[in-house]
Structure formats: C-alpha cells, structure tokens
C-alpha cells in the first residue's frame, strides 16, 4: 500500500489571505511567503488584520507583549471572539518582541497576566504558535496551509474576484452573517447568481461556499428571516 | 508491548490542590508551586502525565534535557496523545539557550503532527508560575470565552439590501415594507418593484440579484 508523496503535497502552492493592515508590519513577512515558501499571497480588506490560510482557519500575529497587559488583553479577547465567529479555527502566532538595533536582547517578564491570558486562551480551543522572528513566522503559516490543504480545506478557489459587479456580490456574502472572506470568496466562485445562492438549499449553499453544515443553516434561515414590521418602521422613523 | 493494566488515575483534583506524578517530589517546580500556595497530591500511578488540574487539563513537561538528549521523549508525547484522556493535553517545552535551536522541531512535532497545545517556559520556576496561574485561575471568568449571543436578523438584512446598487436606506426600508425577507426579494417580478422604485430601480434591481458571476458567462 503507498501512500500519497507528500513532497507533492509541500510543493504545490497555498494560498493564503492577508488583511492590508498585516502590511506595514508585515512586509519581512510578506515577502518571506512569496520568496521562500511560493505561497499565493493575496492582500485584501479583512475586517481586522489576521491572516487567513484555508476555507476554515484565521490566523492573528501578535507580539509576546501584546499579552502581558491588561488593556491588550481586553482588545485581544474582542479580536479572538470575532475571529471565532467567522472560522472553526483560531491560532495565534506568539511572535518575540523585536529588540532595537545595539539593544541587548532581554527576556521577557513574565507576568501573571501573561500567564493567565495563556491559560485562558488554551482553554478556549486557540492554537498557540510561538516564534522567533518575521521569518519563522513565515514558515508556520505556511505550515499551516500546508496542513490545512492537505486536510482538504484550502482554498481552492482563485483569490481575487474581476469585473464591477462580481466585486459587488463578493461584498454582498460578506454582509452575510458569520461568513468569512474565503466562504464569501467561494460563493463568488461556484455560484451562477446571488439568486442561486438565495434559492439553495443548505446542503448546496454548505458545498458551495465550502463552510460546516451549522453556518450553512444560518445563512440559510437568514436569507429566508422575516423582518418584524415594527422594525421597519422604528428604522423609517430613526 | 504493555502487559500490565495501567491503573491510571484520571481524578480531577479539588481546587487549590494539583496531582503530581511522584517523580517530580524533590523539584525545585514542586518547591515553588508550594511556596505560590498550591496545594500537592503525589500519585504514582497518573501515567504518562505529569500534572494534573483542577480545570481537567494535564501536563506533560519536556525539559531541555529531554530535548538534548533526543528522540525518547517523542515516543513518551505520543503515547501522551494516545493516552486520550478526557483531560486536556498541554505540553510544557523548556526552551533554553540550550534547546532553541531545537524548539522549532519540537513545535512541528508536538503541533502540527500530534495536534497539542505547547508553551514554552524558560525552566521550572516560570512552569511553576504558570501552573499556579492555572490553579488559581480556576472559577475565574475567561475573558476569550464567546458567549452564544442571540443576534437580531432585522438590521443586517438592512444592511444586506443596502449593498444592491442604487439602494439606499430608504429604498431599501421600502422594500422590506413589502417584501419582508431577502428571499421574497430575490424572488420579486421586476412588475412588482417597479410599484415601489420605479422602472429603472425595478431592472437595476432583479438584474443584480440573477445577473451571472461566475466567470465565462
């Protein structure tokens, strides 16, 4: 019995989705992830920079500081709440602080906030992912596409929607409740109309936008979800 | 192969107290974990497991040793993984100015190949820290815990119709007047919008909802 190479699996290319907020901090990274690793990186505008590697993981990159206080922490917990929203999974690439040229590099302080927000995070389920540089942070999110492309869940579909009025549809799924940039992506792709989304069933509409069975049920029932009249009419008056 | 039946304890601990595998008794982990107040349970037979919580999670504990040394603690994260607990599997890595250059390949390992969650520590008094935090952490509210909300629909349709162009919040209140759902909107004849947005909204309209998108048509 052999068994697939998985050379062949590493070797062909994985996409991955980067918020144009992830640039200015990001650019080592960036090009480390074309360069090195020839993944297809496409830069668009996420609702807050992360990184998004297959049809259901999001990934955010945050400096070890970033969890050792309180005020990150609380925009921290914001962030990973509505990530959870969006994706099955969450990871978190734990990056070093970078020491300033000439500074000698110093430990960090462990502080019981730090600790206690890692306690917190395992527990909720976030994958913890802990690097040293841009550069190897590079190399595990590339990890991660590659893992997640092996599992079947990359993204399959091309990164980037052409003409007015596709680009129009793509922003349409994206007001669709807990629907990420790659499910709206897929819909854009494997649809005829937004009106064969609206008419599909939820096994289509699951198959379709490549996402679980519960969030297909969810658009589902949104599409078909009656609007109180009072609502509107609280809205004319507003 | 193993003959004897792991008598393995899966007790969670009362809160306050960690079970700890009897090998740890002289530590200077263990030293530190009763300084922070925490109480010990010494147990022999906790299996592969170093530590466990009260909050039903287990540790195993890599040192720079371990690492150093080479692949025998491989196969002990293995049969840490395949000991399937009910407890949740953390992996405590020393990562030292000794192991660094190996921690990436650990990582690899315990992540991506056996799925559990890693932290680094930088020796036994910062795992005794953290394992304290955990301890006492217990009961308390976990800020990255989301909580089921129960979202009203009504607003975001609004703001769905809003993203068909050439519609505004006005016109798109008045199509929720008549049409109260994005599927009855879809759905409408061009006949019947055009008594609320006229002619051309009416065409704008149904031609955006069933004009094709996918490429190469």
């Known amino acids: ?24 901090s990001g650019v080592e990274l960036m090009t480390c992830l074309r360069q090195k690793h020839a993944a297809t990186v496409h830069v668009c505008s996420l609702d807050n920079s992360y990184f998004i590697v297959s049809n259901r993981m999001a990934v955010e990159r945050h400096s070890q500081s970033d969890l050792a206080t309180p005020q990150n922490r609380k925009r921290l917990a914001d962030r990973v709440k509505s990530l959870q929203g969006l994706f099955e999974r969450v990871c978190l690439i734990v990056e070093k602080d970078r020491s300033k040229t000439g ?7 462990r502080t019981r906030y730090y600790d ?18 841009a550069e190897e942070s590079a190399g595990l999110l590339a990890d991660l596409a590659h893992l997640e492309q092996r599992k079947g869940q990359g993204i399959a579909v091309p990164l980037e929607v052409k003409g007015q009025h596709r680009e129009q549809a793509l922003q349409l799924y994206l007001s669709l409740p807990s629907v990420s940039y790659a499910h709206a992506l897929n819909m854009s792709h494997n649809f005829r109309s937004i009106a064969h989304v609206i008419n599909s069933s939820i096994e289509a509409i699951q198959k379709g936008g490549c996402m679980s069975r519960t969030r297909a049920e969810e658009i589902y029932r949104f599409l078909r979800y009656s609007c109180d009249s009072f609502f509107v009419k609280a809205a004319k008056t507003s | 192969m193993e003959t004897k039946p792991f008598a393995v304890v899966s007790a969670v601990p009362p809160y306050g107290h960690v079970i700890c595998s009897e090998k740890w008794r002289n530590s200077s982990l263990v030293q530190s974990l009763k300084g922070g107040g925490v109480k010990i349970l010494f147990e022999n037979e906790l299996g592969v497991a170093d530590f466990n919580l009260p909050n039903k999670s287990s540790i195993l504990y890599v040192s720079e040793c371990d690492i150093i040394a080479g692949n025998s603690y491989k196969r002990k994260l293995v049969r840490y993984r395949n000991a399937s607990s009910s407890f949740q599997e953390l992996v405590l890595v020393e990562k030292t100015r000794l192991s660094e250059q190996y921690f990436q390949a650990v990582q690899t390992f315990v992540v991506f190949d056996l799925g559990l969650s890693l932290l680094p520590v930088s020796g036994q008094s910062e795992a005794s820290q953290f394992i304290s935090q955990i301890v006492h952490g217990e009961g308390r ?3 990255f815990r989301r909580r089921s909300s129960c979202r009203l629909f009504d607003p975001l349709v609004l703001t769905l119709i ?20 994005i599927h009855q909107l879809c759905n409408a004849t061009p006949t ?16 955006f909802f069933h004009k094709h998108t996918t490429a190469g048509t």
Request: aromatic share 2%; proline share 5%; charged share 15%.
């Open chain 1, 1 to 24: 019995q052999t068994l697939p190479a998985t050379s062949s699996a590493s070797s062909t290319s994985v996409c991955i989705l980067v918020d144009s907020r992830c640039i200015s």
């Open chain 2, 141 to 143: 509210d976990n800020p």
């Open chain 1, 116 to 133: 206690s927000t890692l306690a917190a995070l395992v527990r909720t389920g976030i994958r913890l992912l802990w690097s040293d540089s």
């Open chain 2, 162 to 181: 809003q993203q068909v162009p050439g519609v505004g919040k006005v016109k798109a209140l008045a199509l929720l007047q008549n049409f109260s759902s």
């Open chain 2, 192 to 207: 019947k919008l055009e008594a609320i947005v006229g002619q051309v909204g009416a065409q704008q309209i149904h031609s």
């Open chain 1, 103 to 109: 500074e000698a590099s110093r430990p960090l302080q």
